[in-house]
């Protein structure tokens, strides 16, 4: 079994920032992407940043974040992080952990999600 454990979301002023956490663990073998999703009310779920492992910690991310979203990731405790700062309004929603995991069961690569934290920005 693989989890990924969310930190870090709340409610934040505009302009403000956060920090949020995102720890795999269980019967990994090897990780391939780590990445960020949100979700606003009545809005389809988007990419907000990822970082492909196989190619040497490549990034990515969406325009609307870029210049002010960092996604960074701690190797040896299998976490990735999203560094959000100049926080707008429109940034809030419900920020999910995604990662392509192969697991030491398996061998085949599996997308697994987290359970989601909120992230609230007050104008």
């Known amino acids: 079994q693989v989890q990924l454990a969310e930190f870090g979301g709340g409610e934040v002023q505009a302009g403000g920032s956060l920090r949020l956490s995102c720890a795999a663990s269980g019967s990994i073998y090897s990780t391939i992407i780590m990445a960020w999703y949100r979700q606003a009310p009545g809005q389809q779920r988007e990419l907000v940043a990822s970082l492909n492992i196989n190619t040497g910690g490549t990034t990515d991310y969406a325009d609307s974040v870029k210049g002010r979203f960092t996604i960074s990731r701690d190797n040896a405790m299998n976490t990735v992080y999203l560094q959000m700062n100049s926080l707008k309004p429109e940034d809030t929603g419900v920020y999910y952990c995604?990662?392509?995991?192969?697991?030491?069961?398996?061998?085949?690569?599996?997308?697994?999600w987290g359970q989601g934290t909120q992230v609230t920005v007050s104008s």
């Open positions: 995604n990662s392509r995991i192969v697991p030491s069961t398996g061998w085949v690569p599996i997308n697994y």
